[in-house]
T-cell receptor, first 115, second 113 residues
Framework: GAGVSQSPSNKVTEKGKDVELRCDPI?????LYWYRQSLGQGLEFLIY????????KSGLPSDRFSAERTGGSVSTLTIQRTQQEDSAVYLC?????????????FGSGTQLSVL | GENVEQHPSTLSVQEGDSAVIKCTYS??????FPWYKQELGKGPQLIID?????GEKKDQRIAVTLNKTAKHFSLHITETQPEDSAVYFC????????????FGTGTRLTVIP
């Protein structure tokens, strides 16, 4: 596709339920990032995938959060046993391998609301 | 780790006036400073960036300045237009060795027609 695609655009769930958020990066981009954006806050790094290397999970806030990237393309961010404080916009971004850090291309995000 | 502070959190200007957003960073090793614009309902988009070997960079109505000694950098928008209204984020990163950016908390710019 022309850009980074995220689905769903909005997700409302009940506390305690599991959710899966999907990201389709730009074709050919080997680096993929997940960020979380809480209301009125900056972007909080969650996890980074680069090619076949082990992902950098240093930003995941708890063990309820996990992410996979299958076939070096599509990524899924899973939040188990959701809590109200998980409510935020979850942004995915991709970039070309070897490209200068910072030239990220973001999707429009998934707005997650935990009731 | 790196800490990026951004001011102001909100900014309102009259159409045609200039807008300035300022950021400071803590880690002197940071050497790449991008600025992102986020419109309502969309993801952030890179609008301009600067590397540490350059003091200023311009792109039409947008300019960024960097003071490495003071560890601060600024975004300048001249002749503002209503479509400039958005949230702007600064960021700092290492060019190598790190794989994420450190973002500021954002500035909501409103251009009043």
């Amino acid at each position: 596709g022309a850009g980074v695609s995220q689905s769903p655009s909005n997700k409302v769930t009940e506390k305690g339920k599991d959710v899966e958020l999907r990201c389709d990066p730009i074709s050919g981009h080997t680096a993929l990032y997940w960020y979380r954006q809480s209301l009125g806050q900056g972007l909080e790094f969650l996890i980074y995938f680069q090619g076949n290397s082990a992902p950098d999970k240093s930003g995941l806030p708890s063990d309820r959060f996990s992410a996979e990237r299958t076939g070096g393309s599509v990524s899924t961010l899973t939040i188990q046993r959701t809590q109200q404080e998980d409510s935020a916009v979850y942004l995915c971004a991709s970039s070309l391998e070897g490209q200068t850090l910072g030239k990220l291309f973001f999707g429009s995000g998934t707005q997650l609301s935990v009731l | 780790g790196e800490n990026v502070e951004q001011h102001p959190s909100t900014l309102s200007v009259q159409e045609g006036d200039s807008a300035v957003i300022k950021c400071t960073y803590s880690d002197s090793a940071s050497n790449y400073f991008p600025w992102y614009k986020q419109e309502l309902g969309k993801g952030p988009q890179l609008i301009i960036d600067i590397r540490s070997n350059v003091g200023e960079k311009k792109d039409q109505r947008i300019a960024v300045t960097l003071n490495k000694t003071a560890k601060h950098f600024s975004l300048h928008i001249t002749e503002t237009q209503p479509e400039d209204s958005a949230v702007y984020f600064c960021a700092a990163s290492f060019q190598t060795g790190a794989n994420n950016l450190f973002f500021g908390t954002g500035t909501r710019l409103t251009v009043i027609p």
